[in-house]
Every structure is written in C-alpha cells, then in structure tokens.
C-alpha cells in the first residue's frame, strides 16, 4: 500500500515543475498518498546566506543557533517549492513539507526513513557517464540508497 511520498525539491528544479507535479499527482492521486515535500538547504549554502544575507535569512526564520527551518516559510518563500506545494493542494493531494540543513543525499533519506516513505520521486537532469563519475548525482545516490523505490523524473531538455 502506497501512502507516504516523498518528493525532495531543489531551487534547480525550476524546469522540471510540470514534470514532478503531474509525475506525483499520477502516483499519489489513485492511492490517496500524503505527499512530503523536503527542502533541504546545503550546509555550504546555509552558512553562505547567513553570512552574506543576514536580513534575507532572518526573515524566512532561519534559526541560526540551532539551525532549525520553519519548513512552511521556507517552502513558500523558496522558487520552485511554493508553487509545486500549491500545485498538489489544488490537485487535492494531501501535503506535509519538510526542510533541513545539510548534505542533501542524507538529509533527504533520513527524512524518507523518518516519515514512512513507500516511494521516493526524484528530479534529475541527463548527465553523461563521465559527469556522474566526476560530479556525482544526489538523485543517484538517493537511488542506490533510498529505503523504499524511487521514481527517476529526468529534465526533458
């Protein structure tokens, strides 16, 4: 039985909004599943931002001493989260939103442990074999690690 899902979603998912919105409904829709959607926020970036923006960052809620994210102000402040969370509500998807500071692989698969997730959707984008070796992949290492099966969303483009 399929009730939890778990859509991580990046500010480099811009493109693929249509794509991941439609790819979730299809799969959340006949099963009724609550979708999770998880931001998470690099640990690179987090401290880039507090440094560098520190009236941006006080604003969304970012807690800077226990590094706590209000993941409803971050998902509706962050593009594309917000409208993707509204996209599915409108479609009548029940949504949970996570968010989180830290290595995005980990952070996104201890939130698919911590909620129950029966399926992982991810976005990706097309990448050469020599890419992947050089860059790596978060959706690849979310694939090969992921506690539950995971739907690869790849970028069209």
Do not use: W
Not at 43 to 56: C, G, L, T
Not at 98 to 108: D, L, T
Not at 126 to 135: N, Y
Request: net charge negative; glycine share 8%; proline share 5%.
């Amino acid at each position: 039985m399929l009730s939890t899902i778990l859509l991580p979603v990046g500010t480099g998912d811009n493109e693929r909004v249509d794509d991941l919105v439609s790819h979730t409904i299809d799969v959340a829709e006949p099963a009724d599943a609550t979708v999770v959607v998880a931001h998470v926020v690099g640990s690179d970036e987090y401290d880039d931002d507090v440094q560098s923006y520190p009236d941006a960052v006080a604003q969304i809620g970012f807690d800077i001493q226990s590094r706590d994210l209000p993941a409803e102000k971050v998902a509706r402040e962050t593009d594309p989260i917000g409208e993707i969370v509204d996209r599915l509500e409108e479609a009548g998807i029940d949504v949970e939103v996570r968010a989180s500071v830290g290595n995005r692989q980990s952070e996104i698969l201890r939130i698919a442990e911590e909620t129950g997730a029966d399926n992982i959707i991810v976005g990706g984008r097309k990448r050469s074999p020599a890419g992947k070796a050089v860059f790596g992949s978060t959706a690849q290492q979310i694939m090969l690690n992921a506690p539950c099966p995971v739907t690869y969303v790849r970028d069209q483009s």
